[in-house]
T-cell receptor, first 112, second 113 residues
Framework: AQSVTQLGSHVSVSEGALVLLRCNYS??????LFWYVQYPNQGLQLLLK??????LVKGINGFEAEFKKSETSFHLTKPSAHMSDAAEYFCAVNNYGQNFVFGPGTRLSVLP | DSGVTQTPKHLITATGQRVTLRCSPR?????VYWYQQSLDQGLQFLIQYYNGEERAKGNILERFSAQQFPDLHSELNLSSLELGDSALYFCASSVVEGTGELFFGEGSRLTVL
């Protein structure tokens, strides 16, 4: 069965600092991987997705993620945090037709 | 705007009551998913429909039911409501099953008093 873990339920960074949100998955085969963002009182919005093409995936708002098969990881990064990045971030996995499984989420706080 | 519409946005009701949440998927999307989001349980998959047929079931209680109609809109029915059912209920849609990205509505916030 697929599963997703996100290390750190809450991450705080200073404005302008590097953002690193961790995601590890378990799957018997390389899956499709997604990062979603949820701003307060809103639904989830797709940031980026990995679908077995390039291992470094660029998304919206300056975010990117790297698929590392050997580490079963799909960590999300952004070189310089902005106040508007404060939100909840969810990693999700989908394994060739099985259903989406979401991680528990990481709340990102950006300090001035 | 994701193109997925959910109504109502907010709903307050009493224990023991029944409510219906409605979802209109993006134009052309055949697959509809329902999720429950609560503080203690995170984002939980409830049920998925594809072109009117139930395709997958997650942690959906027997008191809950759903259906997808010929026009592809979906309804989630919650009955015999309990305090613990208070949560944000999301609908999401996708063009294809499984591997397509999900487009989420803004959710229906249910409060059971």
């Amino acid at each position: 069965a697929q599963s997703v873990t996100q290390l750190g339920s809450h991450v705080s960074v200073s404005e302008g600092a590097l953002v690193l949100l961790r995601c590890n998955y378990s799957s018997s085969v390389p899956p499709y991987l997604f990062w979603y963002v949820q701003y307060p009182n809103q639904g989830l919005q797709l940031l980026l997705k990995y679908t077995s093409a390039a291992t470094l995936v660029k998304g919206i708002n300056g975010f990117e993620a790297e698929f590392k098969k050997s580490e079963t990881s799909f960590h999300l990064t952004k070189p310089s945090a902005h106040m508007s990045d404060a939100a909840e971030y969810f990693c999700a996995v989908n394994n060739y037709g099985q259903n989406f499984v979401f991680g528990p989420g990481t709340r990102l706080s950006v300090l001035p | 705007d994701s193109g997925v519409t959910q109504t109502p946005k907010h709903l307050i009701t009493a224990t023991g009551q029944r409510v219906t949440l409605r979802c209109s998927p993006r134009s052309g999307d055949l697959s509809v998913y329902w999720y429950q989001q609560s503080l203690d349980q995170g984002l939980q998959f409830l049920i998925q429909y594809y072109n009117g047929e139930e395709r997958a079931k997650g942690n959906i209680l027997e008191r809950f039911s759903a259906q997808q109609f010929p026009d592809l809109h979906s309804e989630l029915n919650l009955s015999s409501l309990e305090l613990g059912d208070s949560a944000l209920y999301f609908c999401a849609s996708s063009v294809v099953e499984g591997t397509g990205e999900l487009f989420f509505g803004e959710g229906s916030r249910l409060t059971v008093l």
